[in-house]
């Protein structure tokens, strides 16, 4: 298994409070991803970066932010947390070699938001 | 915009039945292709990656196979258990740049005793 933690794994917070989620790698991979998952809207890509301080949006970044500050941290924050972003958040990491660009995902981040 | 689908959302086979699930994509100009499992409640595992020079991957009682020309993967499960029981994503991931991949939406297999 890919050296991926996510945390926290489980977070209640109340609407409208600021909520960050961390995910940290030891595989030195270039490429991070943060996404959410739903059902009926399967895996949407919030975030990824592709080297430090390197970041851009993806499908459904409104209302969040990331940073990565270090190859291993990529740090997820909701600034005002919503009803509607409650989900469970996966981390994500890839690396280009000549096997191919192979991702790994964490176990998860369940939050809810009342 | 690459479109990844997965047919059919949800399976249900008798132990023991080999199985066939199916992968398409819109856009043939992929990088690989990459097979997941997903159990209820945990995050997805890599089964098998493909890419677009291969025609096949195997390992274990998994068989993936990637034709790019019709835009088709199929993950073939020999003697299948209830152990399988787990939702199967595919994911595409384009050529250069930022290498971020499409994701179908998977096929929920259920295997029953």
């Known amino acids: 298994d890919a050296g991926i933690t996510q945390s926290p794994r489980h977070k209640v917070t109340e609407t409208g409070t600021p909520v960050t989620l961390r995910c940290h790698q030891t595989e030195n991979h270039r490429y991070m991803y943060w996404y959410r998952q739903d059902p009926g809207h399967g895996l949407r890509l919030i975030h990824y970066s592709y080297g430090v301080k390197d970041t851009d949006k993806g499908e459904v970044s409104d209302g969040y932010s990331v940073s990565r500050s270090k190859t291993e941290d990529f740090l997820l924050t909701l600034e005002s947390a919503t009803s509607s972003q409650t989900s469970v958040y996966f981390c994500a990491i890839s690396q280009n070699r000549d096997t191919g660009n192979t991702i790994y995902f964490g176990e998860g981040s369940w939050l809810t938001v009342v | ?113």
């Open chain 2, 1 to 113: 915009k690459q479109e990844v689908t997965q047919i059919p959302a949800a399976l249900s086979v008798p132990e023991g039945e080999n199985l066939v699930l199916n992968c398409s994509f819109t856009d043939s100009a992929i990088y690989n292709l990459q097979w997941f499992r997903q159990d209820p409640g945990k995050g997805l595992t890599s089964l098998l990656l493909i890419q677009s020079s291969q025609r096949e991957q195997t390992s274990g009682r998994l068989n993936a196979s990637l034709d790019k020309s019709s835009g088709r993967s199929t993950l073939y499960i020999a003697a299948s258990q209830p152990g399988d029981s787990a939702t199967y994503l595919c994911a595409v991931t384009p050529p250069g740049g930022s290498y971020i991949p499409t994701f179908g939406r998977g096929t929920s297999l259920i295997v029953h005793p």
